[in-house]
């Protein structure tokens, strides 16, 4: 896990945000399909909807999180569903636990 790399992503209230809804998925998403928002993830378009930004912008919010590994993508036809990195979650709280 790259410590700094996940700073970076956490240092937008967008970002931040997404993470947080993405705690509790049913409790901010309105979800029409029969795919299981706890197990797979929340649709790209749903996060967008939510955020109130433009399809390009919430993509690039999500593909940061991803890379920084706090969230993880799973493509069904043609659309992906993201979901937090519990365990670099978990991770990095005891890092911060321990080590600042």
Same mark, same amino acid.
């Given at each position: 896990?790259?410590?700094i790399d996940i700073? =970076?992503?956490l240092a937008n209230e967008h970002r931040l945000q997404i993470l947080y809804w993405l705690k509790n998925p049913t409790d901010y998403f309105v979800h +029409? %399909? %029969?795919v299981d928002m706890e197990e797979i993830g $929340?649709? $790209?378009g749903e996060i967008q909807r939510k955020l109130?930004? %433009?399809q390009s912008t919430t993509s690039?919010?999500?593909s940061v999180l991803q890379k920084a590994n706090l969230l993880t993508a799973t493509r069904?036809? =043609?659309w992906t569903y993201y979901r937090r990195n519990e365990t670099t979650l978990? +991770?990095?709280s005891a890092f911060i636990q321990s080590e600042l």
């Open positions: 896990m790259e410590n700073f =970076k992503a +029409e %399909t %029969t $929340v649709c $790209v109130g930004l %433009t690039h919010y999500l069904i036809g =043609k978990s +991770e990095l």
